[in-house]
């Protein structure tokens, strides 16, 4: 089965402590995601708020950063059922890797 899907997740950044190493954060957002399957119905997500994260200086110009939870507001459409989720989310699904490379 073919599905598309658009996702934009636009966000900022603040640094609440550093060293020359380590970098710890809060990344704050709104995310909106569409996701259409052929026949059926388009699943429509999306989310304002927190992600708390951590990151780690490897060299001058790279960077491992991690983020791991959610502290928000969330909203699921599918199908005519609606789900809502306001609080904090510490699931494996919050756990997030990737690299960052600092020009």
């Not at 989310?89 to 020009?103: A, C, K, R, S, W």
């Amino acid at each position: 089965m073919k599905t598309n899907t658009f996702t934009i997740v636009p966000y900022a950044r603040y640094f609440f402590l550093s060293s020359n190493v380590v970098r710890l954060f809060a990344d704050g957002g709104f995310g909106f995601s569409t996701s259409k399957t052929k026949g059926n119905d388009a699943l429509n997500s999306w989310n304002i708020g927190i992600k708390p994260g951590i990151a780690i200086k490897l060299s001058d110009h790279f960077c491992l950063v991690a983020k791991y939870g959610f502290l928000g507001y969330s909203k699921k459409e599918n199908h005519g059922y609606e789900s809502e989720n306001v609080g904090i989310d510490f699931d494996t699904d919050e756990l997030n890797f990737g690299f960052h490379y600092i020009f």
